[in-house]
């Protein structure tokens, strides 16, 4: 979608011939998750607000955004073309389901149990984007600019019937989104390819017997009731994408307006990682109290520490895969990977599974 610039008179002075004109941009902001999803509603909330908020200091631009949030333009499988192809200026690119053109991106997913606190991910993230040519090439390539970073809060197990630990999984049909499948990998649960749009209706029709998710996608989209009985296991969480401006609409752009989204980018990555950590217990707690009174009613069991550690030793080494598949296309994918790791641990993370030690 072509940036259109437009000027608007927004006041005069009262000298004769003397006015200010304050320039309007019009820009499509998009996605393909609704804004009841967290990070999808904090690009209102954060960034485009924050953009607002900064560019009215000066008063010399404003932004009309055109909104298409909830899978107006596109569907989930289409986030980074949609971008890329100018379909929409600004939109939330989903990296879950884009292995094949966002290889390196994927790193935390074949790194599961190696950290629960999504504001620290996402710094860590954010720094190997400035720091790690190779990963900041990975989407730039792609005719876009990456303005913020979107992770996830801790993954768990959904269910329509109990689990009682960690056997119970074997033979399982669990919807998980793209390459998390990898997850199940061990268990002898089988993965079903999903998104948070889909698993409710998954569910619901037998296509799966429950989800491995996270707390703050479930409630929004109301999957325990489909899948009331929820299997703590605090897998950790996940890098899941970026909100990004296709890359002709940022090279129209003044530099302020730039200057401006950069601040906010930053201010909406660090705001919805802090938002991630505080809200996940919340989010459990009302999944109870909202489905207290359903049948069954909602309720949540704690995996047990010795059902966490068979879980993570059954799984196969899907870090060193992961590396060694990229490592063979010329991708330095252990380097990128110990990097993560060794970005989590400075920041006084303790992975359960030392998978950088096992490439």
Known sequence: MNLMLRTALVGALSLPGAAFAQETINLTVASSH?????????????????????????????????????????????????????ITDIGWVFSFLEPAKLPMSQASSYAPFTTADAAVQLEVMSELFETNEAFRNEWEQYNLKVLGFTGTDSYDVYTKEPISGFADLDGMKLSAPGVLGNWLRGTGANAVDGALTTFYT???????????????????????????????????????????????????????????????????????????????????EK?????????????????????????????????????????????????????????????????????????
């Open 34 to 86: 609704p804004t009841v999803i967290p990070w999808v509603g904090m690009i209102k909330t954060h960034f485009m607000a924050r953009t607002d908020e900064i560019l009215a200091e000066a008063g010399n631009y404003q932004i009309e955004w055109n909104e298409a949030f909830g899978g107006q333009l596109y569907k989930a499988n289409a986030t980074l073309d949609s971008v890329e192809q100018g």
């Open 202 to 284: 998954d569910i619901q029709t037998g296509v799966s017997d429950g989800v491995l998710s996270l707390a703050l996608g479930v409630l929004p989209a109301k999957i325990y009731e489909v899948a009331p009985h929820i299997t703590r296991v605090d897998m950790g969480v996940a890098f899941s994408g970026a909100v990004a401006i296709n890359r002709d609409s940022w090279d129209a752009l003044p530099e302020e307006v730039q200057e401006a989204m950069i601040e906010a980018g930053e201010y909406y990555t660090e705001s919805h990682g802090k938002d991630l950590n505080e809200r996940h217990e919340m989010a459990l």
């Open 287 to 359: 999944m109870v109290e909202a489905g207290a009174d359903q049948n069954p009613p909602v309720e949540i069991i704690d995996m047990s520490e010795a059902d966490r550690e068979a879980w993570v030793t059954a799984m196969p080494n899907i870090a060193k895969e992961w590396a060694d598949g990229l490592e063979e296309r010329g991708t330095p994918a252990r380097e990128f990977m110990k990097a993560y790791i060794d970005g989590v641990r400075e920041r006084g993370g303790e992975p359960v599974r030392a998978w950088d030690d096992e490439l």
